[in-house]
């Protein structure tokens, strides 16, 4: 089964700062990776994905990550960040590539501050 | 759209109770989950479902019990509940074919006392 770690667990940043998330999965055949994030009181959305293909994505809100596979690493990054950024970052990786669900990293808590 | 819909979003138990968390879906999604998630835990898989009639353990699955009777819809159960046990339950779903894209509910918030 694939795993994930997120290596930082609380990021404080000032508003239009630059934001990098690292992510490092363990391997495990085929790579599948995603980024969610929850606001405040609300549920995980997915935020981007990687399945194949270009190895820098964009997601929603300005945010992108990039596979880097000689690394096991797909990390999340925003050059500017806003006060309405701040929520919680899972980085997830398919469980074991058939339909038990995604295995997720611990999060990152990220505030922003005005 | 309604997608996914958790109920009751929040409850406070006391030990030894028994609850059910009801999870409804109306995405026509095979595939359904129950995760819960705890501070600096991250979100752990407690029980999945592949259809109607069928589900299969997770990572954290003792103490709860689930079923599928019907495809747009998840339970699960704690028959006997225990401090620990408190948390927030998400409920997902997704599509076969499995592109690893799951779709959450807002979250039910259990307490424990």
């Known amino acids: 089964a694939q795993s994930v770690s997120q290596h930082n667990h609380h990021v404080i940043l000032s508003e239009a700062a630059s934001l990098e998330l690292g992510c490092n999965y363990s391997?495990?055949?085929?790579?599948?990776l995603f980024w969610y994030v929850q606001y405040p009181g609300q549920h995980l959305q997915l935020l981007l994905k990687?399945?194949?293909?270009?190895?820098l994505v964009k997601g929603i809100k300005g945010f992108e990550a990039e596979f880097i596979k000689s690394k096991f690493s797909f990390n999340l990054r925003k050059p500017s960040v806003q006060w309405s950024d701040t929520a919680e970052y899972f980085c997830a990786v398919p469980s074991g590539g058939g339909a038990d669900g995604l295995t997720f990293g611990k999060g990152t808590h990220l505030i922003i501050q005005p | 759209n309604a997608g996914v819909t958790q109920t009751p979003k929040f409850r406070v138990l006391k030990t030894g109770q028994s609850m059910t968390l009801l999870c409804a879906q109306d995405m026509n999604h095979e595939y359904m989950y129950w995760y819960r998630q705890d501070p600096g835990m991250g979100l752990r898989l407690i029980h999945y479902?592949?259809?109607?009639?069928?589900?299969a353990k997770g990572e954290v699955p003792d103490g709860y019990n689930v079923s599928r009777l019907k495809k747009q819809n998840f339970l699960l159960g704690l028959e006997s509940a225990a401090p620990s046990q408190t948390s927030v339950y998400f409920c997902?779903?997704?599509?076969?074919?499995?592109?690893?894209?799951?779709?959450f509910g807002e979250g039910s918030r259990l307490t424990v006392l």
């Open positions: 990687y399945f194949s293909g270009d190895p």
């Open positions: 391997y495990g055949g085929t790579v599948n």
């Open positions: 997902a779903s997704s599509i076969p074919g499995y592109t690893g894209e799951l779709f």
């Open positions: 479902s592949v259809g109607e009639g069928t589900t």
